[in-house]
């Protein structure tokens, strides 16, 4: 869609709308598993999602008891670049632990 800019005499200017739309977010969402530590998801919760160690601990908390638990919202790329993250920390150190991402 165009816009055009009023008061500007013959030369109207023409706009393309690029800055009006919000950029979309995503969730970055933990899934429990039985076998990745509290110790290990709370780490990744402060190291990769800035969490107060307080904030992780409750974030891990609800994951570990409700299934799965919100870490973050972010652009899409960010939560893709974040979940990735996760996941290739978590099977670094040989844990089965989940992130998926969702339209927020
Ligand atoms: N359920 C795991 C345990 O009891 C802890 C855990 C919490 C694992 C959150 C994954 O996303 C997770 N060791």
Do not use: C
């Not at 990769?48 to 790329?77: C, D, I, T």
């Not at 974040?82 to 978590?90: C, F, G, L």
């Amino acid at each position: 869609m165009t816009e055009t800019t009023p008061g500007t005499g013959d030369a109207v200017k023409e706009r393309v709308r690029t800055e009006k739309r919000e950029p979309q977010l995503f969730k970055v969402l933990l899934l429990n598993d039985d076998y990745t530590t509290m110790e290990f998801v709370v780490h990744v919760l402060e190291a990769v999602f800035q969490k107060s160690p307080a904030e992780a601990y409750q974030v891990m908390m609800h994951v570990h008891v409700h299934g799965r638990g919100l870490a973050g919202v972010y652009p899409w790329e960010v939560a893709e670049t974040k979940a990735e993250t996760v996941i290739s920390m978590a099977r670094e150190a040989g844990f089965p632990l989940k992130a998926v991402t969702e339209e927020a």
